[in-house]
Nanobody
């Protein structure tokens, strides 16, 4: 049983920063991928960043150089550091866990467990 809980969302001004956290429980696989996604009203959910078991990361072009994802295996935590925020970053942000043995991907079909989301608003 895998459970994900996001936190850290809120409001920020353009150019500001926010850090999102995702608490992970019940994940026992040694090979995995964790992902960050976001969805704005009226738009499809889009992949933002991924991180695998070895700490390798990938990012969507829209956030490269501004967002950084990391993990703390001891604490079972996933993080998304968001810097130089833009109004277009406004969305509900979700963390997600991959299906067993799936390789990392920004495609949502890679993942089968999702958190409830945390709202980020940039103005």
């Amino acid at each position: 049983h895998v459970q994900l809980v996001e936190s850290g969302g809120g409001s920020a001004q353009a150019g500001g920063s926010l850090t999102l956290s995702c608490e992970v429980s019940g994940y026992t696989d040694s090979t995995y991928c964790m992902g960050w996604f976001r969805q704005a009203p009226g738009k499809e959910r889009e992949g933002v960043a991924t991180i695998d078991s070895n700490g390798n990361t990938t990012y969507a072009d829209a956030v490269k150089g501004r967002f950084t994802t990391s993990q703390d295996n001891t604490k079972m935590m996933l993080y998304l550091q968001m810097d130089s925020l833009k109004p277009e970053d406004t969305a509900m942000y979700y963390c997600a866990a991959s299906k067993p043995y799936y390789a990392c991907s920004l495609k949502e079909t890679t993942y089968n467990v999702w958190g409830q989301g945390t709202q980020v608003t940039v103005s």
